[in-house]
């Protein structure tokens, strides 16, 4: 059974720091093509927030770039979130995700970033930032 486990979400105020874990059992996230951390709020969609490729190299939608800073660590098989300078706008549930089920093709075509294109998740950590 594949279980991916977040936590380290909670409340904070404007300009404060969370670090968020992910904890992966039941599937090896060093074989995977992709993992990454979503967040959503209600009535949006799921949305992109960092994702790793198969080495770890990470790459962050322009919300967050310069504020967080993500890690996949294949020996822990764990993904980590390092979020700083929290905005009100960055409260939603955050998410992490791992396993491309895209066609060689698709995965060509491009990045990983749509929630559609994994196949296992995490239940998600509620984030809360107050102004």
């Known amino acids: 059974q594949v279980l991916l486990v977040e936590s380290g979400g909670g409340s904070v105020q404007a300009g404060g720091s969370l670090t968020l874990s992910c904890a992966v059992s039941?599937?090896?996230?060093?074989?995977?093509?992709?993992a990454a951390w979503f967040r959503q709020v209600p009535g949006k969609e799921r949305e992109w927030v960092a994702w790793?490729?198969?080495?770890?190299?990470?790459t962050y939608a322009d919300s967050v770039k310069g504020r967080f800073t993500g890690s996949k660590d294949n020996a822990k098989n764990t993904l980590s979130l390092q979020m700083n300078s929290l905005k009100p706008e960055d409260t939603a549930m955050y998410y992490c995700?791992?396993?491309?089920?895209?066609?060689?093709?698709?995965?060509?075509?491009?990045?990983?970033?749509?929630?559609?294109?994994?196949?296992?998740w995490g239940q998600g950590t509620q984030v809360t930032v107050s102004s």
């Open positions: 995700a791992a396993g491309d089920k895209r066609g060689f093709s698709d995965k060509q075509a491009r990045p990983p970033i749509h929630a559609d294109d994994y196949i296992h």
């Open positions: 039941g599937y090896s996230i060093s074989f995977a093509s992709a």
């Open positions: 790793f490729d198969r080495a770890g190299t990470p």
